[in-house]
């Protein structure tokens, strides 16, 4: 039992930097950026209680009640996350319209999109405010000095993403305990300027501050919004660490010191006023400036390298149900399949933080590009959760409806006060989301269309078991596996092998890979193998989407199972489209185009699933869209 106990713990301290990094970095900036936004004048304490009632709430609404106590519960076999959702109400819910499951599958789309923007901008406003926070250090610092030392960080923290995250990652649980310490250590520390700030825990400052600021509220929630920034990646890694785990990292260690924080920031503003420019950098004793400066940025390094890796996992797993091309994945640990490296989105994604941090330079500018792209993620989350209370949970609409209600309210004021500052920045999420959204939605609408042209070109594959029962065809030595998109018929592939070369090997096995709308398939499940002829096979593999496919392993292990251990001298073939943009697809010309285009990016099937390249044939087929 307390061995039990001792592994939980374990698991409550690494997710404590994985999990929390976002939200427990927070304080850097939230408050600052909520007072210049509230017009903030000395001598009115309702300026100062408001916002930190606001945190506060915030904090126990959206984070503890929405997320840990409510939606890690609509997990998907222990998976969280937008995918796990959305086939968590496929799966599990009555039989939806076509037309539900397409705009279902749209909102999932779209709630993905606007994860990736988060992924862009949190690395960026991150490291930015921790370098601006050790500013004072270097009085002579010219002002482009900041922005670039925060893009070299950055630079560094992708350029080592190709050697894995598994042994920084041990580190991340100790180094987050330090700085939620420091956070409550120097929020305790300033509470005694002014005990009154306990009464930012009644509501009514929070509400009553808004009302005050009239329409300038839209503002306020927009940068009340930037305390709670990290609760999608909180959601989506359930699977990691468990909820038990992620409780007791967020109840004994987050939540209370990111309140005690908000308190002594505003307990030192009503006692110093003047500290309103920046309240973290006043909270800072003398002489703590340089270790605090330092784990500040240590901090947000891992608050950004969760980000990252929650990323390369949802890429992952758009890949394997078909939302977006096969691209190059390396796993960077022997024994922990969930740690990836993914080039081609690193590249990116680097590219596109350091872009943002040397065109917005400050974190203050950033703050302002900040938060569309999180609240809408909010409010599809919510949607979603109101929608498995209904058909999943079975509860009342009226019981569903309640706390649903509670939070879209909150999650309507963040995202009408990021809508407020949309020619200021905020428009960036969003074009990256939009754009984002276009090539996930034309890859799937390309890829229906080309699997039902395939299953119209179908031949049942009866008419080749006929062929073979009547020794039509020639059988020479050796296993020949044609890789096929459908578990039906013949594989084009087979039909242009035979077509060319007339023969078929004494072993063919149609081999189809399929990811399945759930993230785990049990290893009983696994293998599908149909005889269709004396060594004649159908092989399909099932895997769940938040696994990785070890089809070399797993296509070995049905052979055997037929009594076929000598596999020295496989060949593998495997098609290679040549689209056409001519067809009859019902698809507008230039997104077939850029169909075409990201067909041409896309791994081949045999790279992505690690197949030997030395025993693998490609056949040239032309199709149109």
């Not at 096979?537 to 070890?550: K, M, N, P, Q």
């Not at 185009?593 to 390249?613: D, I, N, Q, W």
Request: proline share 4%; aromatic share 10%.
């Amino acid at each position: 039992m307390s061995q039990v106990k001792s592994s939980s713990w374990t698991l409550a301290l690494l997710a404590l930097g994985v999990v929390y990094g976002d939200i427990g970095t927070s304080p850097l900036y939230a408050l600052k950026e909520t007072l210049a936004h509230g017009n903030f004048k000395a001598g009115n304490e309702l300026l100062i209680l408001g916002p930190v009632s606001l945190m506060i709430w915030s904090l126990t609404i959206i984070v503890t009640i929405k997320y840990l106590l409510l939606l890690t519960k609509a997990d998907n076999q222990g998976e969280g996350g937008i995918f796990a959702l959305y086939s968590l109400l496929r799966h599990q819910t009555a039989k939806l319209s076509k037309r539900a499951v397409t705009v279902l599958g749209i909102i999932a789309l779209f709630g993905a999109a606007l994860l990736y923007g988060d992924g862009i901008i949190t690395p960026a406003i991150s490291v930015l405010a921790a370098v601006e926070l050790s500013g004072d250090l270097f009085p002579g610092m010219p002002p482009w000095g900041i922005p670039v030392i925060a893009s070299l960080i950055v630079l560094a923290l992708f350029m080592i993403q190709k050697h894995g995250t598994a042994r920084i990652g041990v580190s991340f649980g100790p180094i987050m305990v330090l700085w939620f310490i420091t956070l409550a250590v120097m929020g305790l520390i300033h509470l005694s300027d002014d005990w009154s700030i306990l009464r930012a825990f009644s509501p009514h400052y929070g509400v009553t501050f808004l009302i005050h600021e009239g329409i300038g509220s839209l503002h306020i929630m927009g940068t009340i919004l930037l305390c709670v920034t990290g609760c999608e990646a909180l959601y989506a890694d359930i699977g990691h660490f468990g909820r038990k785990a992620m409780n007791r990292s967020w109840f004994f260690a987050a939540y209370p010191a990111l309140v005690l924080n908000y308190l002594g920031q505003g307990a030192l503003l009503l006692n110093d006023p003047s500290a309103s420019v920046h309240p973290f950098r006043h909270m800072i004793p003398d002489g703590w400036l340089v270790p605090v400066s330092l784990l500040a940025v240590l901090a947000t390094i891992i608050a950004s390298q969760a980000m990252i890796t929650g990323v390369f996992s949802l890429t992952q797993q758009a890949v394997q149900l078909g939302f977006v091309p096969r691209l190059k994945i390396i796993h960077t640990s022997p024994d922990m399949r969930g740690q990836i490296y993914m080039p081609q989105i690193n590249f990116l994604l680097c590219a596109a933080c350091i872009t943002l941090i040397l065109s917005f330079k400050s974190s203050s500018a950033l703050a302002s590009a900040y938060g569309l792209s999180v609240s809408s993620d909010m409010l599809i989350s919510s949607i979603l959760l109101f929608m498995v209370m209904k058909r999943v949970w079975n509860w009342p609409t009226w019981k569903a409806a309640l706390p649903v209600s509670l939070f879209l309210i909150l999650e309507s004021g963040y995202w009408l006060g990021s809508m407020a500052k949309l020619f200021h920045g905020a428009w960036i999420p969003m074009v990256i989301t939009l754009v984002l959204w276009t090539i996930m939605k034309t890859w799937r609408d390309g890829r229906a269309i080309l699997i039902k042209r395939f299953v119209r070109s179908l031949v049942p594959a009866t008419h080749l078991v006929d062929e073979l029962k009547n020794n039509r065809i020639i059988r020479v030595p050796g296993i020949g596996v044609f890789m096929s998109s459908s578990g039906d018929g013949l594989p084009l592939v087979l039909l242009h092998h035979l077509k060319h070369n007339k023969v078929l090997h004494q072993t063919a096995v149609l081999l189809t890979i399929k990811f399945e709308e759930e993230p785990y398939v049990p290893e009983n499940e696994r293998l599908e193998v149909i005889e269709l002829h004396e060594s004649f096979f159908r092989v399909i593999l099932h895997y769940g989407f938040a696994e990785s496919a070890e089809v070399m392993r797993d296509l070995s292990r049905a052979l055997k199972e037929r009594g076929i251990t000598k596999q020295g001298d496989m060949s593998i073939y495997q098609s290679r489209e040549l689209l056409l943009t001519d067809g009859k697809g019902k698809m507008a010309t230039w997104r077939k185009k850029l169909f075409v285009l990201l067909s041409r990016m896309a791994r081949p099937a045999t790279g992505y699933f690690e197949l030997p390249s030395r025993q693998v044939i490609e056949l040239g087929i032309q199709m149109e869209l």
